[in-house]
Nanobody, 122 residues
Framework: QVQLVESGGGLVQPGGSLRLSCTAS????????MAWYRQAPEKERELVAA???????HYADSMLDRTTISRDYAKNTVYLQMNSLKPENTAVYYC????????????????WGQGTQVTVSS
């Protein structure tokens, strides 16, 4: 059994910063890509940033230059540093990863975390 647990969300004022963390746990053989998505009320879930196992990154245009995704491979953890936050960044932020387990090394499973709320408001 593999799970992703996010942390670091909360209430922040406009212009402020937050650092989200997501740690994968369980019988993990390997992790390919890890990513952050978000879903605002009454909107579809959208990609914020993604990082491949080799270190390549991809960012949503709306968050470019204000967001940095990073990984601690030893800790199976991905981080999302967000700066200059705006009210429109308010959403539930979800961690996502492609993971192979020891019991099924040939198949990669796409796993979601439970989400962490980020609210940007004065």
């Amino acid at each position: 059994q593999v799970q992703l647990v996010e942390s670091g969300g909360g209430l922040v004022q406009p212009g402020g910063s937050l650092r989200l963390s997501c740690t994968a746990s369980g019988s993990i053989f390997s992790i390919a890509s890890m990513a952050w998505y978000r879903q605002a009320p009454e909107k579809e879930r959208e990609l914020v940033a993604a990082m491949a196992s080799g270190g390549g990154t991809h960012y949503a245009d709306s968050m470019l230059d204000r967001t940095t995704i990073s990984r601690d491979y030893a800790k199976n953890t991905v981080y999302l540093q967000m700066n200059s936050l705006k009210p429109e960044n308010t959403a539930v932020y979800y961690c996502n990863a492609d993971i192979r387990t020891y019991s099924n090394r040939s198949v990669s499973s796409n796993i979601w975390g439970q989400g962490t709320q980020v609210t940007v408001s004065s």
